[in-house]
């Protein structure tokens, strides 16, 4: 009877031990257990480079056993507000925010101060937002890029194309290359300096090569770019822009558009789409450089095709990649930088992710 008692004894034991580690296994597989739902808004889902962004963000906050909840403010500032007061009230546990406006400080601060009234960590990206409001609460962070190297990068690489190939984008033979800026939003400190550098640069190696300034296409149009009146940065408003002004700027009134130049990649497709449409940037046929930032796959695409010249990309996946690494740093109490590199790193309020130049040359 003893030797019964221990076989079943030892048989409980088995059992006992192989229960807890089947619990544990299962523990494990229930990944990190925040109080409530990661609260992400974006601007607007319409905007390609933000897609992209929202995507690799998607895959690491599901393979990391997160449970989120996406916005879609759709370009509308109250209502993104709206939806930050109803992820709070919900329980939130962080708010990843892509801000609406821009223009001013309040509506990010006004994000800052709810948050900040339930102990909620916040992380903004993409749009800029001032240092002063990310340091008005000790649980936020920006995640975003260095918005004037981009402009830099860009001017660069169109006055080096343009010193290469003048003579052959010189359609009007006036010894000048005109050109069409498309800005995406006024008040966006990334459009501004994007506007700004990619002209200033550009015409600063011009003039190192002896050769004359860019000049904007419309003599009567004082600011010298068209705007997304939307706030957008889209395909669409490009299209239509370039649309109305192809009717009256032509190779036959001597007057032709001869560069493209772009604040985002939609914006260069659009203007593509019309070029394409009156005849250009055709095989074999006259091309008008298109230049933009944020080298998405249609941009990368039209590269490679040839019907574009160039981007400044700007990474999707590693910015996907920062802000959770900085969410979870922030829900763990460890250290905000914890996995972040230190030379991107700004202060103790913001992480910059690089830019770099993709053309056809360094297309994969």
């Not at 800005?183 to 003039?207: H, S």
């Not at 090569?209 to 770019?225: S, T």
């Not at 030379?343 to 770099?356: A, H, L």
Request: aromatic content about 8%.
């Amino acid at each position: 009877m003893r030797k019964v008692k221990k076989v079943l004894a030892l048989l409980l034991a088995v059992v006992m031990v192989v229960g807890f580690a089947a619990c544990a296994s299962d523990k494990d597989k229930e990944g990190p257990k925040n109080k409530g739902e990661i609260s992400v808004f974006y601007y607007t889902f319409s905007d390609a480079y933000i897609s992209t962004v929202r995507s690799s963000m998607d895959k690491i906050l599901k393979d990391s056993g997160y449970t989120y909840n996406n916005y879609d403010a759709n370009g509308n500032q109250t209502t993104q507000t709206e939806q930050v007061q109803t992820a709070l009230a919900k329980g939130s546990s962080l708010l990843i925010v892509n801000v609406v406006d821009t223009g001013s400080n309040d509506a990010a601060q006004n994000i800052i101060n709810l948050a900040k009234a339930k102990n909620v960590p916040v992380i903004f990206f993409n749009r800029s937002v001032d240092q002063s409001v990310i340091e008005s609460y000790d649980k936020c962070v920006f995640v975003g890029t260095d918005y004037e190297q981009a402009g830099h990068m860009q001017g660069k690489m169109i006055g080096e194309y343009l010193v290469k190939n003048y003579d052959k984008l010189d359609l009007n033979k006036d010894g000048k290359i005109s050109y069409v800026m498309f800005k995406g939003q006024e008040g966006n400190m990334e459009a501004i300096a994007r506007t700004q550098y990619g002209v200033e640069d550009a015409n600063a190696v011009l003039k190192e090569a002896g050769k004359p300034e860019i000049e904007f296409y419309d003599a009567a149009n004082k600011n010298k770019y068209l705007v997304d009146q939307d706030g957008l940065w889209s395909s669409a408003a490009a299209t239509n822009y370039m649309s109305t002004a192809l009717a009256q700027y032509t190779e036959a009134n001597k007057n032709m558009i001869e560069l493209v130049i772009a604040n985002n990649d939609e914006m260069a497709l659009g203007a593509i789409s019309a070029l394409q449409t009156a005849g250009y940037n055709k095989e074999g046929g006259t091309f008008i450089p298109v230049f933009g930032v944020d080298a998405t796959d249609a941009a990368k695409s039209a590269i490679k095709a040839g019907t574009m010249v160039g981007t400044i990309k700007q990474d999707a996946a590693g910015m996907a990649t920062a802000i959770t690494t900085i969410m979870k740093n922030l829900l763990n109490g460890t250290s905000t930088f914890d996995g972040i590199d230190s030379n991107n790193v700004v202060g103790t309020w913001r992480v910059n992710i690089p830019y770099s130049a993709f053309t056809a040359d360094s297309a994969e």
